[in-house]
């Protein structure tokens, strides 16, 4: 994660693509449980999201737009 004074710089991009060519060395998948604000910038980074779960946070007083957790995945070029 990025704190959130520093979002919206491309940290999370440049740290994504960053694990990537990590993962990439070893042929494997990433899987990435992403929050409602940084589904896009995973899906622009290579991961397809294939699924998702409500942790309905708005039973603890949370907020329901970011209640959805996004299951994304990644496969290694040529894997």
């Known amino acids: 994660m990025v704190h959130p004074d520093f979002q919206k710089r491309r940290l999370g991009s440049v740290l994504t ?6 993962s990439d060395k070893t042929g494997g ?18 991961f397809v999201t ?3 779960h409500d942790s ?8 329901r737009d970011k209640s ?3 299951i994304t995945i990644r496969d290694a070029p040529g894997s």
């Open 17 to 22: 693509k960053h694990c990537n060519s990590i």
């Open 29 to 46: 998948k990433t899987f990435v449980p992403a929050r409602p604000t940084s589904i896009k910038m995973f899906n622009d980074n290579g």
């Open 50 to 52: 294939v699924g998702e």
């Open 56 to 63: 309905h946070l708005e039973r603890f007083g949370g907020p």
């Open 68 to 70: 959805i957790t996004f």
